[in-house]
Each structure stands twice: as C-alpha cells, then as structure tokens.
C-alpha cells in the first residue's frame, strides 16, 4: 500500500522560497502520477501541478506559473515542489497525491481522480 508523507512547509515572508518534499513508502514511484494540491481555509482543494514518472510536467496552476516547479526523484522514491516568490495568496495545506498509472488514470487536476494522499504540510506567507 502505498503512503505519502509530506515535509518541508513552514512560515515564509512574501518574497521567499520554501521546498516541498513527498516521500512515499509501501511501493515504488515510479509507477504513479503525482500531483500537489493547495487547500486554503474555507476553500476546495487546488491542483498546483502534476508530473508523469517520467518527469513530463502536466500542469501547472495559473497562479504559480514561472514560480513553482515540480520535480521528482524516482530513485529516491521522493517528488518536490520548489516554490520560490512566495504570495500570501500561496498559503495553505499542500498535499501530494498520487494515482497509478494505468487504463482510465491521467495526471489530472481533479482531486478525486487520486486515490493516495498524504496529510499535508502546512505554509503561511506572511510579513
């Protein structure tokens, strides 16, 4: 079964850089898709970006074009999301999550088309 954890979040002033971290354990990465999504207070789960195991970026979210990019280390069974300009509007939970790849599975920007989550990490910008 296959487990996500996140690290790697914190309090981080407008301006700054934070590195995200997806570690997953239980089996191996490379078989997965695997996306980031933001959940901000009071607000539905944002797709941020989604990477093939191949390391072919799909999306990214409109917002954090040119200053978010997503990475993976299938060796290391680990994908990231660097994070650099950080914006208020960029505060909230981040969770990876990760669907096999398979018949009917894409790097999709719906949250329930992904059947592994992790339980977030949380980042606050602020001054």
């Known amino acids: 079964q296959l487990q996500l954890v996140e690290s790697g979040g914190g309090l981080v002033q407008p301006g700054g850089s934070l590195r995200l971290s997806c570690t997953a354990s239980?089996?191996?990465?490379?078989?997965?898709?695997i996306a980031w999504f933001r959940q901000a207070p009071g607000k539905e789960r944002v797709a941020i970006s989604c990477?093939?195991?191949?390391?072919?970026?799909?999306h990214y979210e409109d917002s954090v074009q040119g200053r978010f990019t997503t990475s993976r280390d299938n060796a290391q069974n680990t994908a990231f999301l660097q994070m650099a300009k950080l914006e208020t509007g960029d505060t909230g939970v981040y969770h990876c999550?990760?669907?096999?790849?398979?018949?009917?599975?894409?790097?999709?920007?719906?949250?329930?088309?992904?059947?592994?989550w992790g339980q977030g990490t949380q980042v606050t910008v602020s001054s």
């Open positions: 239980g089996a191996s990465l490379y078989n997965y898709y």
């Open positions: 999550a990760a669907v096999r790849v398979g018949v009917g599975t894409r790097c999709a920007r719906v949250a329930a088309d992904f059947g592994y």
């Open positions: 990477i093939r195991p191949s390391g072919t970026i799909v």
